[in-house]
């Protein structure tokens, strides 16, 4: 996943209606924050005698193309739901999704995993 196809999804939602720019802070601050948990989740699928993955949907020892595919349809899946929903809902989802991948990111950096592309 690439900073430029982050950037393409919220571009493109910008044009769905009801999108404000705030929607897109907030879109961008998820997948930003997911991009990050995309890189931790590769760096302990590159080193499973050090670390097990806790995202039950992944199993403690993905593979690589594993973590791949997962974040790949998460990305894509979150800024589908996002532009479907309405905008009350829309930003309930993001915030969670904000809070969820800003703990699960704290919590690897608190175990020592960085990010390796």
């Known amino acids: 996943m690439r900073a430029n196809a982050y950037l393409a999804a919220t571009a493109l939602l910008s044009g769905c209606a009801n999108w ?6 907030r879109e ?10 995309y890189g931790q989740t590769r760096t302990i699928a590159k080193n499973p005698d050090q670390w097990y993955e806790q995202n039950p ?4 020892h993905p593979s690589v193309a594993e973590v791949n595919r997962y974040f790949a349809l998460a990305a894509v899946g979150h800024v589908a739901v996002s532009a479907a929903l ?16 800003a703990a699960a990111v704290g919590h690897n950096m608190s175990l020592g995993i960085g990010v390796s592309w």
């Not at 404000?20 to 802070?25: K, S």
């Not at 961008?28 to 948990?37: R, T």
């Not at 905008?87 to 809070?99: D, M, S």
């Open 57 to 60: 949907i992944l199993g403690e």
């Open 28 to 37: 961008a601050a998820a997948l930003s924050l997911l991009a990050i948990d």
């Open 86 to 101: 309405p905008p009350k809902w829309r930003e309930v989802w993001q915030y969670v999704t904000i809070g969820v991948e």
């Open 20 to 25: 404000t720019t705030h929607d897109t802070y």
